[in-house]
């Protein structure tokens, strides 16, 4: 049947020829390892003289080939040769070869019993230098500090290194297989890992963000984030790389660093107040002692009883006010050195605001000006009875101090949410709307002269802030330049 032998003779030499152009080379050696068939790509990649293709030709000549090109290591062409061809009659026959020209071989051997040897010979230079930068890289990614994960177009973990697992405390089992979302606590969170998750699914990449996760046990961690579309032959986004690293430590250190020096400034501009007070408005007082006190011892003699009088009276006004000056400057400073300490206990409110007012009465009557308390009920504040007159007298003072002649001011206190309100309302020139909000703030400008001349040091309002909030409570003001202001502090209730 010459038809059917055509056909078979056909099917083998198209076999043949595909064998040829097959990426691997073929070699085949009968039972007694000599050559009897063999492709074409072996020859090229083998690199081997053509002359050794040959039917018959023994493997002995093939090995010292190939130990010729370094395919056995280092060491002398016959003893390797030797050597190989007695690993091979021991059975082992399939081996990966670094070859002297840089290539990585792999050849194996495939014994059919009784007849013979197939060996497959493979250049696997790229896989395995692929495989070892994989390799690498992947330690390097383990080994890394920072935060790495791989994510699916899909939002999916699909790997997560120690930093990861350092940084947001999820384990690499427990986060990957879990949607990204798992990484933000809360919903501006998840707002803004959705928009960078938008962008980079865009092709975009998006490099050290801060942005704001939360960790498996529930806090808020401050990151540095990068993320990176990865891209497919068809350059369609096939997954996401993310890199963070964690800020949390740095952001708080930088938050300590700007408060330090929040307070720095702070304690500076006390620092300079306080010296412009003693070098200028302490001295001033003083100056007028001097100079009436001098004219007294010197002119006694010659004076009449009302000289005597009058220079008394003005001496007297500036003792008075060299002491006011000094109390509110002792009782400052030993509040900043943090030795003043709040001692409360329950006392009558209305009792306190009496006795400020009493304490104020000859500067209201010099100044025309009637202090009232108006009809309070019975109310008992857990406080500093010390502190609280302080801050009523000072109070009082300004109410009365930045009041024009024949004005009034009056003190009432109530019951508000449980807390008690006292408020110190007056008739006076008011505060201009800009400076309101900078009434218990501590500025270099910050005092003004009262209707009558009368000089300040600018420390009264924020001695008197710092006390209330040493008791618990807060204090405001309202004004209406023109028409009088309301000062208004909080205290604990007793009962
Ligand atoms: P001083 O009265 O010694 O200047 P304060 O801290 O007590 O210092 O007050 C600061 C400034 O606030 C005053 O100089 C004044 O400009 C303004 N001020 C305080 N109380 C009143 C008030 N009742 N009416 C108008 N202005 C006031």
């Known amino acids: 049947m010459p038809a059917v032998n055509t056909q078979a003779f056909g099917r083998l030499i198209t076999l043949e020829q595909s064998l040829d152009h097959l990426p691997i080379g073929i070699t085949v050696f009968d039972e007694y390892f000599q050559l009897i068939a063999w492709n074409k790509t072996v020859i090229d990649i083998l690199r081997a003289p053509p002359e050794i293709f040959q039917a018959g030709m023994p493997i002995s000549e093939f090995i010292r080939h190939l130990a010729a090109s370094g395919f056995y290591g280092e060491g002398g062409n016959e003893p390797l ?64 500090e920072a935060s790495i ?57 998006v490099l050290q963000q801060v942005a704001q996760r939360t960790h498996r046990d529930g806090h808020t961690i401050s990151i540095t984030l990068s993320m990176s579309p990865m891209f497919g032959d068809d350059g369609a986004v096939i997954g996401v790389s993310g890199v963070a690293y964690d800020m949390t430590e740095r952001l708080l250190a930088e938050q300590d660093l700007a408060k330090q020096r929040d307070e720095l400034a702070r304690l500076d501009g006390q620092k300079n107040r306080l010296f412009s007070i003693i070098a200028h408005d302490l001295r001033t007082p003083f100056n007028s002692l001097l100079g009436f ?92 009875p010390r502190m609280v007159e302080t801050v009523l007298r000072n109070l009082i003072g300004n109410a009365i101090k930045f009041t024009e002649r024949g004005g009034d001011v009056s003190l009432q206190a109530s019951r508000r949410d449980g807390e008690i309100a006292i408020s110190v309302h007056d008739s006076g020139i008011g505060i201009p709307t800009a400076r309101l909000t900078k009434m218990f703030q501590f500025e270099t400008d910050a005092s003004t002269v009262g209707t009558d001349g009368e000089k300040g040091t600018g420390l009264g309002l924020q001695l008197c802030k710092e006390l209330v909030e040493l008791q618990g409570g807060a204090i405001t003001v309202e004004s209406t330049p023109g028409h009088g202001s309301i000062f208004c502090f909080t205290l604990p209730s007793a009962i």
């Open 81 to 144: 040769t030797t050597q190989r061809l007695q690993d091979l009659a021991e059975g082992e026959l399939t081996r990966e070869h670094a070859l002297n020209d840089g290539r990585i071989l792999e050849i194996q051997g495939f014994r059919h019993p009784n007849e013979g040897y197939i060996y497959i010979t493979q250049d696997v230079t790229a896989q395995r230098q692929a495989e070892s930068a994989n390799k690498e890289l992947a330690a390097i990614v383990s080994a890394s």
């Open 149 to 205: 994960l791989g994510l699916s177009p899909d939002g999916i973990i699909t790997s997560w290194n120690a930093g990861a697992e350092q940084l947001y405390g999820y384990a690499a089992d427990e986060a990957i297989g879990q949607p990204f979302q798992l990484l933000s606590g809360n919903p501006l969170q998840s707002e803004s890992q959705e928009l960078i998750w938008r962008k980079v699914l865009r092709g975009e990449r």
């Open 293 to 384: 006190s001098e004219i007294l011892s010197d002119h006694a003699a010659t004076l009449g009883p009302e000289e005597v009088s009058e220079y008394a009276g003005m001496m007297h006004e500036s003792a008075r006010q060299a002491n006011g000056l000094l109390e509110t400057l002792l009782e400052w400073s030993r509040l900043q050195m943090g030795g003043l300490q709040s001692e409360p206990r329950p006392f009558d409110v209305a009792g306190a605001i009496d006795k400020a007012l009493d304490f104020n009465a000859t500067v209201a009557a010099n100044k025309d000006i009637t202090t009232e308390r108006l009809e309070s009920p019975l109310l008992t504040a857990f406080a500093d």
